[in-house]
């Protein structure tokens, strides 16, 4: 049977606060309101500005619209916890397992390691960079307005190391640079074998620019889908071998830090 999910968009009235409205709007209790709110699939619209509502209790201007998207499959997920590596306040480096989305959508983010975050550390937090849904590894979240800025820009202008560890299909023995470009836009993927094998290898890949599925594409374009890719190669029972293990860049003071996934953490021929 298919989930319940619906949308639905109703007109602000100043008098109740919104889920009182949405109650009545839509048969949902106002405790189901409330979890979902919590959850950020409820939006304010006000002359094109739109914000997530988490508080029950809010009341609006009538000039305002409230939307709700609401979707069971989604609101009943139970995410993964991301671990916390190290905590520079003004940004945070964490491993997020696979099956934690880096960002939320319209339908929530309480899935989504930008929230957690938010929430575990009590301190606002912005995304600067994603990893894939069922990719694991490092990943830094920015704690104020000046980090977001100055860690996105470095993102942007390619200042950051970003090296991947990936498990594929076949025999790799030669280090390769991957340029085919992806939607249009350049893409760099330096491949350098670590264990070469007969059916699997194991590599590490070095990436300049940060695309969409770069690692993913770029392997599958030579023959060499990573190991559990269910888009571009073939599903495996555990999952995408696939994981950020390296991570550069320089911190708000000028100076040029870097961090490592553990060890036991990186994928292997033996996992």
């Avoid at 201007?61 to 916890?81: G, L, R, W």
């Avoid at 590596?85 to 983010?109: A, N």
């Avoid at 800025?149 to 202008?157: R, V």
Wanted: net charge positive.
């Amino acid at each position: 049977m298919a989930a319940y999910s619906f949308t639905k968009t109703i007109k602000a009235t100043p008098e109740y606060d919104v889920a009182t409205q949405l109650s009545d709007a839509t048969g949902l209790s106002r405790t189901a309101i409330k979890d979902v709110m919590a959850k950020g699939a409820v939006w304010s619209d006000k002359s094109g500005r739109k914000r997530r509502l988490r508080r029950a209790s809010t009341k609006l201007k009538s000039c305002a619209e409230i939307s709700i998207y609401y979707s069971e499959d989604v609101i009943h997920q139970t995410p993964p916890d991301p671990t916390l590596q190290e905590d520079q306040y003004d940004f945070s480096i964490w491993m997020k397992p696979p099956g934690l989305m880096s960002s939320g959508s319209r339908f929530g983010d309480h899935c989504a390691i930008e929230r957690i975050v938010e929430k575990t550390l009590d301190r606002p937090t912005f995304l600067v960079h994603r990893l894939d849904r069922f990719v694991w590894g490092l990943m830094v979240l920015a704690h104020s307005k000046k980090a977001a800025t100055d860690l996105s820009t470095q993102f942007q202008n390619r200042e950051t190391r970003k090296v991947y560890k990936a498990v594929v299909h076949g025999l790799i023995t030669d280090p390769c640079t991957i340029s085919v470009p992806i939607d249009g836009k350049d893409a760099v993927s330096h491949i350098q074998p670590i264990t070469p094998g007969s059916e699997r290898s194991l590599i590490e890949v070095d990436i300049e620019t940060g695309r969409k599925h770069q690692i993913r594409k770029h392997l599958a374009s030579i023959g060499h889908p990573i190991v559990g890719d269910r888009q571009y190669g073939l599903p495996d029972e555990q999952g995408i071998q696939l994981a950020s293990v390296a991570l550069g860049f320089k911190n708000l003071e000028g100076f040029a830090v870097e961090y490592r996934l553990p060890k036991d953490l990186e994928p292997s021929l033996n996992s």
